[in-house]
């Protein structure tokens, strides 16, 4: 049981680039939610989805494109990357049919710089 | 949408001495407000949470205060220890039957325990 996997854990952009970042869990939870964490700024959420096929913007969507196609899987996006998104980005995951916990559980995060 | 503030963003307080960290969230519909814990380059651990029916709940040297009149929750360690040197995030959320349990953070605390 390897919980929440991002991949990759670091990576160097240049201006312009894109680039998809995977978040795969295997607790069979229902929802899944992108943040970035920015020195001061605590996690803000980019986009999050509760169910397979689904997706819902979040606080700072804009530049970024998700997609669950699997229940299992949550892709990230970035089509155009800026140096404003250099950030660390954390996936999460919580909520099993049934269940009141409601606690998430993290990825280990991904460190992107664009440069 | 929902707002949580969270203070004070730094704190310093030494080996055995009690600590606390206060947020306050905007939206009075939220019913679940966790707290985690990040250390340096880890990613956030849920170490409490509580819910709206309950005013306090203890877990050995932590515990959370609600106070949902005022809109205002806290978290309380006592006794500290160097190894609760890290970041600090509380969070709220609205959970439930068609909510999307998707959670909105403070800013964060950073708390360092003088030996």
């Known amino acids: 049981n390897a919980g929440v996997t991002q991949t990759p854990k670091f990576r160097v952009l240049k201006t312009g680039q894109s680039m998809t970042l995977l978040c795969a869990q295997d607790?069979?939870?229902?929802?899944m939610y992108w943040y970035r964490q920015d020195p001061g700024m605590g996690l803000r959420l980019i986009h999050y989805?509760?169910?397979?096929?689904?997706?819902a913007k979040g606080e700072v969507p804009d530049g970024y494109n998700v997609s669950r196609l699997k229940k299992q899987n949550f892709l990230l996006g970035l089509e155009s990357a800026a140096p404003s998104q250099t950030s660390v980005y954390f996936c999460?995951?919580?909520?099993?049919?049934?269940?009141?916990?409601?606690?998430?559980?993290f990825g280990s995060g991904t460190r992107l710089t664009v440069v | 949408g929902e707002n949580v503030e969270q203070h004070p963003s730094t704190l310093s307080v030494q080996e055995g001495d009690s600590a606390v960290i206060k947020c306050t969230y905007s939206?009075?519909?939220?019913?679940?407000f966790p707290w985690y814990k990040q250390e340096l380059g880890k990613r956030p651990q849920l170490i409490i949470d509580?819910?709206?029916?309950?005013g306090e709940k203890k877990d050995q040297r932590i515990a959370v205060t609600l106070n949902k009149t005022a809109k205002h929750f806290s978290l309380h360690i006592t006794e500290t220890q160097p190894e609760d040197s890290a970041v600090y995030f509380c969070?709220?959320?609205?959970?439930?039957?068609?909510?999307?349990?998707?959670?909105?953070f403070g800013q964060g605390t950073t708390l360092q325990v003088k030996p």
């Open positions: 999460a995951s919580s909520i099993s049919r049934g269940s009141v916990d409601y606690g998430y559980t």
């Open positions: 607790m069979n939870h229902e929802y």
């Open positions: 989805s509760v169910g397979e096929g689904t997706t």
């Open positions: 939206d009075s519909a939220s019913n679940y």
């Open positions: 509580i819910r709206s029916n309950v």
């Open positions: 969070a709220a959320s609205i959970t439930g039957s068609g909510n999307t349990g998707k959670l909105i």
